[in-house]
């Protein structure tokens, strides 16, 4: 099952129970959302980003610590200049600091900064008792020897991450089956990814435009799955 709540994730969250999901796929903004915006040739990321405050993001991460189920992990996306405040205040949940080297940089102040290539994810866990699946990974993700495909140009969103990114998280961190959330959806990647590996994903967006861009996007990676699997079963 896949369900994606169009409004607040904290309004969202504020009518569920505690200790409901099994991990928390968590990607809050970067910056000023409200001015701040690319667009591609075809103007297809021209929609503004909604802003949430710092305080806002902090409230959401706690909120989706309360609704994970004890001993579950959940993963904070996010990049050097945010980490530092995400840390100090839930610092002790943190095991890890992923580095997720895109394949690409921006360019940032060209003469007084280098480029930024990589994106952080931090590794969080409620509780003591969660192993990750499958083989010990290191904590620096992507480039040439990694099969993670880097930042391409066909998205809906402008932040938007690699749906392999998800599977990886996902598949590290539970089992075919389990129940995902996403306070950010945002172009629905992370939601694709849990479709694929089988998993139950509710998440939310704020953006009607952004909803709707994912919704649709779900309903056809569903009808493209849904085919594969009839034509494998009559051939």
């Not at 999901?21 to 968590?26: C, G, P, Q, R, Y």
Request: with cysteine; proline share 4%.
């Amino acid at each position: 099952m896949i369900y994606i709540h169009k409004g607040d994730c904290l309004e969202y969250l504020s009518h569920i129970d505690n200790e409901v999901f099994d991990v928390a796929l968590i990607d809050p903004p970067y910056f000023d959302y409200k001015t701040q915006h690319r667009k591609d040739k075809k103007d297809k990321l021209s929609q503004p980003l909604v802003q949430q405050s710092r305080e806002g993001q902090l409230r959401t991460i706690q909120e989706c610590i309360r609704v994970l189920k004890n001993n579950s992990p959940f993963f904070i996306f996010t990049n050097w200049e945010n980490d530092w405040w995400m840390q100090e205040r839930f610092g002790s949940f943190i095991h890890n600091k992923i580095i997720w080297d895109k394949g690409n940089w921006t360019a940032g102040n060209l003469k007084g900064s280098f480029g930024n290539k990589y994106e952080v994810i931090l590794l969080g866990v409620k509780g003591g008792d969660w192993e990750y699946r499958g083989p010990r990974l290191p904590d620096v993700w992507g480039g040439k020897d990694d099969l993670l495909p880097r930042v391409g140009t066909k998205r809906i969103h402008s932040t938007e991450k690699p749906v392999d990114l998800y599977k990886r998280v996902l598949s590290i961190a539970v089992d075919r089956g389990a129940i995902v959330f996403d306070p950010y959806v945002g172009g629905g990647a992370s939601a694709i990814a849990a479709l694929e590996l089988g998993m139950t994903f509710i998440g939310c967006e704020i953006d009607e435009e952004y909803h709707r861009r994912a919704t649709e996007r779900v309903y056809k990676r569903e009808e493209e799955l849904g085919y594969a699997i009839k034509h494998s079963l009559e051939t």
